[in-house]
Structures are given as structure tokens and as C-alpha cells.
């Protein structure tokens, strides 16, 4: 297992970094100096006007009340939904991430549950049933093997309650892919000064570059989910009934949404065509 002394140094990707497509190098791609200039990126203030109370409405309609936050980075989303009364465990597979996260919450007058876990092997770390479990922030498109993919899907569905709820969501990769759409920042990634552009992008493989202001600059190898791709996961790992989002609005035209946000149902929800 590898220590997080070993994790600060700069990110290495060897020689051909496209060439780099396995999911475990996630962990190492979040060094400390990376993972703290993270809310550079994020800008919390920004993040919040842009998705105002989208997620904290959606859980409440659902009647969720406690909430596993399985990708909580730096910790945003599990400290907003603790602060809308939510009951939430925060869960990452990067330690740094965590560290940052319970660090964030803890200013904020907060003092966060956190797991260290892996989603293929999510319930091994997490014993709990939950209302809702969410992946939030793109985090997701770090599994690059579909057998892991469907693994964590399931490890998900497991965790919830029989009328639980995953929230999952990713880049608008179908654009990327087809047309070489550029991110457009309208509501995540937006602060100034710091950009998160593809360097290069195939079938299988997204390589993003993060630049900040200082000049430094980090990557992430993801890989580019397509929206009907994952849908039908889903529902090849149980899921009933699927609600799909563009930038949070659920009329949307296809290439427009920069991201999609992905609601599962785990209890069968009638539809008016089988109705």
C-alpha cells in the first residue's frame, strides 16, 4: 500500500502520459501541492451562486436525509449539505483529499465523518445504509476500467436504502469527443485566472490540464463517460428509472450542458410509457 509520505512529490506520468489508463493512478495524481490549490479552482463562493440549491432541493424531494458523499474532495458538497441539515459521511480515495476536506470543514465551524475508501470495494470501508450516496465533481471519469466501473456502481447501490438515490455526475464528454467542444466554465471551474483545458482526448482517454495563475501546472488522465453509456450502466447494475440533468436543468439540448448530472432511483419508479 503506498504511504502518504510517497504521494508528495510531483506527478509523474513517465514517458508517454497518454499512455497512462489505469484507475489506481488517481490517487497519485492528487499530490499535496496539487489538492491544495484545488479550491483555487473550485472557488466555494462561485460554485455556490452557480449551483445554488440544486442538489440540497433535489435530496429533500427525494425525502434523503442522510447523505454519503463518496467523492467529497476538498470537502464543498458535504459541508453545504451539512449546513442544510443533512447527515453526511465523506468518503474519497485520495488521503490528501481528505485531509483537505475535514481541514475546510473544520474553519467552517464542522467537524466532517470521513472515509478513506475505494469505490470497488466502497462497503468494506463504509457500513452503513444511506438515502442517498453522491459522486460529484467530474470524479467518476477517474475509472478507467469498465469492469470497475460497474464494480463501483454496484458497491453504490448496495450502500442505499431500498428507495435510495445516487447522484452522479460528469463533463459533457459526448461534445468533447464529437465536435472538440471546449469547457466552458459557466458553472464549475470558474475562477479566474485558473484554467482546466484537454490536452488530448480519444475514445478512452481524457488528459486535462489544470494552470494556475503562479504558473504551475497539474494533470488528470480521466476517461470520457458518455451520457447514454452511463445511463446504461446503470440500469445493468439494477438502477430503476434514471433522470438525467444538463447544467441542472432537466430540458436541455444535446451538446449544451458543459455537465450532466445523473439521478438513479434504486426503487422501482413506474414510468407514464409502461404505465
Known sequence: ????????????????????????KYVEEYVHSFVNKWDELIDWDKRAKAEGNFFVELLRQHGAEKVL?????????????LEAGFEVTSADGSPHMLAKSFENARKRGHILRTVHADWRWLNRSVHDLYDAAICLGNSFTHIHDENDRRKSLAEYYATLRHDGILVLDHRNYDAILDSGAKPKR???????????TPEFVDDSLARFCYSFEDGEKFHLNMFPLRVAYVRQLMKEVGFQNIVTYGDFQEDYKDGEPDFFVHVASKKYIETPEEG
Do not use: F, W
Open 69 to 81: 458523499d463518496a467523492a467529497c474532495g476538498t470537502g464543498y458538497h458535504s459541508v453545504q449539505l
Open 186 to 196: 459557466n458553472y464549475y471551474y470558474g475562477s479566474e485566472g485558473v484554467t482546466a
Open 1 to 24: 500500500m503506498t504511504s502518504v509520505l510517497e504521494l508528495d512529490k510531483d506527478q509523474d506520468y513517465g514517458s508517454d502520459p497518454t499512455e497512462i489508463r489505469e484507475t489506481d
